[in-house]
T-cell receptor, first 116, second 113 residues
Framework: GAVVSQHPSRVICKSGTSVKIECRSL??????MFWYRQFPKQSLMLMAT?????????EQGVEKDKFLINHASLTLSTLTVTSAHPEDSSFYIC????????????FGPGTRLTVL | GDSVTQMEGPVTLSEEAFLTINCTYT??????LFWYVQYPGEGLQLLLK?????DKGSNKGFEATYRKETTSFHLEKGSVQVSDSAVYFC????????????FGKGTHLIIQP
């Protein structure tokens, strides 16, 4: 089946630093990639939708200057949390749809970000 | 806006018991409905889906029927196994494949031998 990976799986950083999270589709080309955020005991909240080669579309309330998304190729999207603060600590999950057809979203295993 | 409400967990059952996890939704138009499962340490996996009213999605013994009149998509399984222990998420998508999903909070299911 289609596999999506994320790197790193866990990251701890100091307040004020920036952190980059990678999302890769390993065995398919992804037309569209999505970034979600999950707080403890809460549902996944869609942050943004990115299409290869174009600017990401952010959901209402998500700061685009804070969460930079780059979808440079059909197999890679990155989320950079800039000037991270403790309130940015969360579980970040990406998903991707196959450019070859179908609308199923394949999810990565997530990245746990802790900002000290 | 769109929203999904599912029963709070954890839900603890004995092996071979009947399972129901309730899910109701609020959405404009005619959304597609999904159940995802997350096993420990893994990413979410699509379990089943239904794209229009009265459709029944099924997979691995699990079933859910798209009920437009009650805006529900309850997940059922006749006889659960220990290996079914996981977190189950109900979700909807209002638009097409290029749109993101709206999720419920997830239900942690624990099956005891």
């Amino acid at each position: 089946g289609a596999v999506v990976s994320q790197h790193p799986s866990r990251v701890i950083c100091k307040s004020g630093t920036s952190v980059k999270i990678e999302c890769r589709s390993l065995d398919f080309q992804a037309t569209t990639m999505f970034w979600y955020r999950q707080f403890p005991k809460q549902s996944l909240m869609l942050m943004a939708t990115s299409n290869e080669g174009s600017k990401a579309t952010y959901e209402q309330g998500v700061e685009k200057d804070k969460f930079l998304i780059n979808h440079a190729s059909l197999t890679l999207s990155t989320l950079t949390v800039t000037s991270a603060h403790p309130e940015d600590s969360s579980f970040y999950i990406c998903s991707a749809t196959d450019a070859g057809g179908g609308d199923t979203q394949y999810f990565g295993p997530g990245t746990r970000l802790t900002v000290l | 806006g769109d929203s999904v409400t599912q029963m709070e967990g954890p839900v603890t059952l004995s092996e071979e018991a009947f399972l129901t996890i309730n899910c109701t939704y609020t959405a404009t138009g005619y959304p597609s409905l999904f159940w995802y499962v997350q096993y420990p340490g893994e990413g979410l996996q699509l379990l089943l889906k239904a794209t229009k009213a009265d459709d029944k999605g099924s997979n691995k013994g699990f079933e859910a029927t798209y009920r437009k009149e009650t805006t529900s998509f309850h997940l059922e399984k006749g006889s659960v196994q220990v290996s079914d222990s996981a977190v189950y998420f109900c979700a909807l998508r209002s638009g097409g494949g290029a749109d993101g999903l709206t999720f419920g909070k997830g239900t942690h299911l624990i099956i005891q031998p």
